[in-house]
């Protein structure tokens, strides 16, 4: 949610109803939010922004089918909104529907070739699409804008993890155990994730040299984790 942007030049009826409900929202009334932002969307003078983050609160509280037409409105307003397009695609990933969704992340990266979160997301999409170059050419991408991005980083280990590249995907796995401190879920779900490497490789003689090397200082405890396989929001 866009809390510092505001929808509009000046204190229109639009822009307060607008900071009332990201108020509201950050309170987490979320009844009242969603009042006030259906109310700032209502005003003639309602940017693309305001439908956005409308969009945003709706697919939050999982009201679909009012957040995907809200995202729709917002790009109506201005096809130039990388915002709008980004939520609308991750709308869509909960529908389900992974090529329109990719088609709009693809249109956020064409509007801002270093917009972060959209090619994160277009990564994860394309991966779970089997599109696995093109993915890891986004994830290549998004790390080089930012390399220390953590979830980034982990999804970007579990590309390679599928693609038996475990050397790479343990060095992945291991930096963002560095970065994280133990009490973080980030490192729960990383440690996790490089024992799923080490069973996968261990079949094969190369594997085990590999895993001896990558896990020689690591052998912490941790609960059970799912690994990420979409990191909707890298703000």
């Not at 990201?22 to 939010?33: G, L």
């Not at 037409?69 to 709008?84: E, F, M, P, S």
């Not at 070739?113 to 277009?122: S, T």
């Amino acid at each position: 949610m866009h809390k510092h942007d505001t929808p509009c030049s000046k204190p229109t009826a639009a822009f307060i109803l607008h900071q009332l409900g990201i108020t509201a929202y950050d309170c987490k009334n979320f009844e009242v939010a969603l009042r006030f932002m259906s109310m700032a969307c209502a005003q003639p003078e309602a940017p693309a922004l305001c439908h956005r983050n409308h969009a945003e609160m709706l697919h939050r509280c999982g009201q679909l089918d009012k957040a995907e037409a809200a995202a729709r409105l917002a790009i109506q307003r201005d096809c130039g909104c990388v915002d709008a397009w980004d939520t609308l695609g991750t709308i869509l990933v909960d529908r389900g529907e992974l090529t329109e969704s990719r088609d709009c992340y693809e249109t956020a990266v064409q509007i801002k070739p270093d917009f972060l979160p959209a090619l994160n997301n277009l990564a994860v999409v394309l991966h779970n699409l089997g599109q696995m170059d093109e993915s890891e050419a986004c994830y290549r991408r998004a790390l080089n804008l930012q390399p220390d991005k953590l979830e980034i980083q982990l999804n970007f280990a579990n590309l390679l993890g599928e693609l038996r590249r475990y050397r790479e995907a343990l060095e992945v796995a291991e930096r963002v155990l560095g970065c994280c401190p133990k009490s973080n879920e980030m490192h729960r779900v990383a440690l996790k994730f490089k024992r799923n490497l080490e069973q996968a490789a261990s079949g094969r003689t190369k594997g085990r040299r590999i895993l001896h090397v990558a896990l020689k200082q690591r052998g912490n405890k941790t609960q059970p984790a799912n690994i990420p396989t979409q990191a909707r929001r890298s703000n």
